[in-house]
């Protein structure tokens, strides 16, 4: 949104004149909206199980990093259990993705349910060897429809996937409904991930 209304502004910017956003663009600052949900239980979860494009991606994106690193470090751990001991089983994106699924179906309770133990668990896990995957960005975003006040962006990447295993997401920029993954592996892994990522890809 900030990206959005930032871009909104610079296009319409015009000099001695007051900038006036979109009503979709004004920021809200109600931190009523956000209620903290310790204790409360979610009666029932939905029946819908369908996985989003983001988590089907997500899982498989990371079952490759995971075996690409795997292959070429010897770790058998990744973070927050998405990834299993035996990813490299012909499942391991399905369970990868159940796992993904489940996770995000807690932010029905809301979004900072169990956040205050979340970091001091990560640190743990990063203490004991395993290997953390994150994700920034998403291809709901639009990013290739901001414009500056230059025109459409002809390539987006996130800076900060160089920062241990991350992954930068985005939503394609010529195909309708298509996923821009961004990595910045080393050399050698990254060559594993190409191999493996397409293999996996091929329908015989």
Request: hydrophobic residues 40%; proline residues 3%; contains cysteine.
């Amino acid at each position: 949104m900030f990206i959005k209304a930032w871009a909104y502004a610079c296009k319409s910017y015009e000099e001695e004149s007051p900038i006036s956003l979109m009503r979709e663009l004004e920021p809200l600052f109600d931190r009523d909206l956000i209620k903290d949900p310790t204790g409360l239980k979610l009666k029932t979860y939905p029946s819908d199980t369908t996985l989003s494009t983001f988590v089907t991606c997500c899982a498989y994106v990371s079952v490759c990093i995971a075996k690409a690193t795997d292959e070429a470090q010897n770790a058998e751990k990744f973070a927050l259990a998405f990834i299993p001991e035996d990813f490299k089983k012909e499942d391991g994106v399905v369970v990868v993705a159940k796992r993904i699924w489940s996770k995000t179906k807690m932010l029905d309770k809301g979004a900072i349910e169990g956040i205050e133990a979340v970091f001091p668990m990560f640190i743990a896990m990063l203490r004991e060897g395993v290997k953390g995957i994150s994700v920034a960005g998403s291809n709901r975003f639009g990013v290739y429809e901001t414009d500056f006040g230059w025109g459409r962006p002809a390539k987006v990447d996130i800076t900060s996937v160089d920062r241990g295993l991350n992954i930068g997401w985005a939503e394609s920029k010529d195909e309708k409904g298509g996923v821009e993954v961004g990595l910045a592996l080393n050399k050698h892994v990254m060559h594993l991930f190409h191999g493996i990522f397409y293999e996996g890809l091929r329908i015989d």
